[in-house]
């Protein structure tokens, strides 16, 4: 099965799919010369296992885990919302997600649709109680995460300002100041676009400033 086949999606051969076991399976590769055929197989033989019927297949090819546009995704987005599948299979959470606070987002939306996620190297169901404590445990993560990308942006500021730089001016609120990591770290937003989503509460010196700090301080997707 061909690289193309798979970043265009495909749709699975017409069958009496259940009520309940509509699957998509989500899979992603970060070069051309990859293959996706390991996760392809196990999520295969995980949704035979699992008595899960495979509707359709969406994978991104070439595309960064922390790009935000990844059009294979944005379509599985869809087709949940338009309540055409009943569960999404992911073979681990790095080839779905962007980051924590990214997992957890669409973990919250597919709870709220009734639309059951699973990643199989991680063994998380979210139709399991294990998967259910595992929600929130990811919240939490989500929480911790975000609050020491605050602390050390808020440190590399002060310790910047300490030595002369001044990083934009007075009056920033630390509120304005999570909505930038916020940004930063879970989209691919330009400094210029992540000014204009907060409305120009701070300057892009200090949109600048916080959006390298945040970024360099999320972990690297393969």
């Known amino acids: 099965m061909s690289v193309k086949e798979y970043h265009s999606g495909r749709r699975r ?6 009520q309940g076991t ?14 996706p055929d390991l996760q392809y197989d196990s999520l295969r ?10 509707v359709q297949d969406y994978c991104d090819v070439a595309v960064s885990g922390r790009r935000e546009g990844r059009p294979q995704l944005n379509a599985l ?21 962007r980051s924590t606070r990214h997992l957890l987002t669409a973990l919250e939306e597919f709870d709220h649709l009734g639309v059951r996620f699973v990643s199989v190297q991680d063994q998380v169901d979210t139709s399991s ?3 259910r404590a595992m ?11 975000s609050s020491l990308i605050s602390e050390r942006v808020t440190a590399g500021m002060r ?5 002369g730089r001044h990083l934009g001016r ?41 959006t390298k700090r945040a970024r360099e301080m999320q972990p690297a997707t393969p």
């Open 13 to 18: 051969a017409a069958t009496k799919a259940h």
């Open 22 to 35: 509509r699957t998509a399976l989500y899979l992603r590769v970060s070069t051309a010369d990859q293959k």
């Open 45 to 54: 033989g995980y949704a035979a296992r699992a008595g899960l019927d495979v």
């Open 77 to 97: 987005m869809v087709a949940a919302r338009n309540q055409e599948i009943d569960c999404v299979l992911v073979w681990k959470f790095d080839r779905f997600a």
């Open 129 to 131: 109680p294990m998967g």
């Open 135 to 145: 929600f929130t445990i990811i919240g939490a993560m989500a929480e911790l995460e």
């Open 159 to 163: 310790a910047a300002e300490a030595r």
């Open 170 to 210: 007075p009056g920033t609120s630390q509120r304005v100041i999570n909505e930038i990591e916020a940004l930063a770290t879970s989209t691919d937003l330009s400094i210029r676009a992540i000014q204009k989503k907060i409305a120009g509460r701070a300057s892009r010196s200090i949109v600048g400033e916080i």
